[in-house]
Protein backbone atom coordinates (compact mmCIF):
# COMPACT_ATOMS: atom_id res chain seq x y z
CA UNK A 1 0.00 0.00 0.00
CA UNK A 2 1.42 3.25 -0.85
CA UNK A 3 1.62 6.45 1.66
CA UNK A 4 -0.71 9.40 0.83
CA UNK A 5 1.05 12.90 -0.36
CA UNK A 6 -0.66 13.86 3.19
CA UNK A 7 1.28 11.30 5.10
CA UNK A 8 4.30 11.76 3.39
CA UNK A 9 4.64 15.66 4.00
CA UNK A 10 4.21 15.20 7.77
CA UNK A 11 7.83 13.45 7.74
CA UNK A 12 9.21 16.88 6.71
CA UNK A 13 10.67 18.93 9.50
CA UNK A 14 11.56 22.57 9.35
CA UNK A 15 13.22 25.30 11.36
CA UNK A 16 11.92 28.15 10.49
CA UNK A 17 13.46 31.73 10.70
CA UNK A 18 11.93 34.99 11.90
CA UNK A 19 12.29 36.48 8.31
CA UNK A 20 10.87 35.27 4.94
CA UNK A 21 12.90 33.88 2.47
CA UNK A 22 9.74 34.71 -0.19
CA UNK A 23 8.08 37.80 -1.18
CA UNK A 24 5.37 39.30 -3.30
CA UNK A 25 7.44 42.38 -5.17
CA UNK A 26 3.99 43.54 -6.09
CA UNK A 27 1.01 42.97 -3.64
CA UNK A 28 -0.94 44.90 -6.05
CA UNK A 29 -0.34 43.05 -9.09
CA UNK A 30 -1.61 39.81 -7.62
CA UNK A 31 -4.88 41.64 -7.44
CA UNK A 32 -5.06 43.93 -9.86
CA UNK A 33 -2.81 42.22 -12.45
CA UNK A 34 -2.91 38.42 -12.39
CA UNK A 35 -6.52 36.82 -13.48
CA UNK A 36 -5.33 32.80 -12.52
CA UNK A 37 -3.07 33.63 -9.31
CA UNK A 38 -1.76 30.02 -10.26
CA UNK A 39 0.35 30.08 -7.02
CA UNK A 40 -2.70 29.52 -4.95
CA UNK A 41 -2.97 26.11 -6.24
CA UNK A 42 0.86 24.88 -7.79
CA UNK A 43 2.14 24.88 -4.17
CA UNK A 44 2.64 21.54 -2.88
CA UNK A 45 2.52 23.32 0.98
CA UNK A 46 -0.36 25.06 0.25
CA UNK A 47 1.88 28.72 1.35
CA UNK A 48 -0.17 31.43 -0.72
CA UNK A 49 -3.76 31.48 0.21
CA UNK A 50 -6.18 34.19 -0.73
CA UNK A 51 -6.86 36.14 2.64
CA UNK A 52 -9.90 38.94 2.42
CA UNK A 53 -7.95 41.23 -0.44
CA UNK A 54 -4.77 39.66 -0.59
CA UNK A 55 -2.94 36.94 -1.07
CA UNK A 56 -1.12 35.80 2.17
CA UNK A 57 2.79 34.15 1.75
CA UNK A 58 3.22 31.39 4.75
CA UNK A 59 6.38 30.65 4.44
CA UNK A 60 7.21 28.18 7.48
CA UNK A 61 5.85 25.36 5.20
CA UNK A 62 7.67 26.10 2.47
CA UNK A 63 9.19 22.93 0.15
CA UNK A 64 11.60 24.62 -1.43
CA UNK A 65 10.36 23.02 -4.40
CA UNK A 66 10.43 26.77 -6.88
CA UNK A 67 7.14 25.96 -8.34
CA UNK A 68 5.97 29.10 -8.09
CA UNK A 69 8.63 30.83 -8.96
CA UNK A 70 8.54 29.32 -12.09
CA UNK A 71 4.79 29.72 -12.68
CA UNK A 72 4.39 33.53 -11.89
CA UNK A 73 3.43 35.11 -15.06
CA UNK A 74 4.29 38.09 -13.58
CA UNK A 75 7.68 37.11 -12.11
CA UNK A 76 6.26 38.64 -8.63
CA UNK A 77 7.78 36.42 -6.30
CA UNK A 78 11.28 36.82 -4.96
CA UNK A 79 12.44 33.97 -3.89
CA UNK A 80 15.38 32.51 -2.24
CA UNK A 81 16.38 29.90 -0.11
CA UNK A 82 16.46 30.39 3.34
CA UNK A 83 19.10 31.49 5.28
CA UNK A 84 21.67 28.85 6.02
CA UNK A 85 20.43 26.61 8.84
CA UNK A 86 16.96 27.17 8.39
CA UNK A 87 14.00 25.71 6.17
CA UNK A 88 12.55 22.58 5.50
CA UNK A 89 14.46 19.02 6.31
CA UNK A 90 13.34 16.40 4.66
CA UNK A 91 12.31 12.68 5.05
CA UNK A 92 13.02 12.86 8.79
CA UNK A 93 11.32 10.26 10.75
S1 LIG B 1 1.00 33.99 -9.41
FE1 LIG B 1 2.41 35.70 -8.94
S2 LIG B 1 1.34 37.59 -9.49
FE2 LIG B 1 -0.16 35.92 -9.44
S3 LIG B 1 -1.05 36.02 -7.40
FE3 LIG B 1 0.65 34.58 -7.27
S4 LIG B 1 2.46 35.77 -6.70
FE4 LIG B 1 0.87 37.20 -7.36
S1 LIG C 1 9.06 26.88 -3.38
FE1 LIG C 1 7.48 25.28 -3.65
S2 LIG C 1 6.77 24.83 -1.58
FE2 LIG C 1 7.86 26.79 -1.49
S3 LIG C 1 6.29 28.32 -1.74
FE3 LIG C 1 7.11 27.92 -3.78
S4 LIG C 1 5.79 26.32 -4.65
FE4 LIG C 1 5.41 26.39 -2.42
Same mark, same amino acid.
Given at each position: ? *? ?11 ? +? ?29 ? +? ?8 ? *?? +? ?16 ? +? ?17
Amino acid at each position: M *SAKVEDKLFLNRF +NVDDESHLRLIDPDVCMKKCDDQPCLYICPA +NVYKMEKDRV *SV +NYEGCLECGSCRVGCPHF +NIDWRFPRGGYGVRHKFG
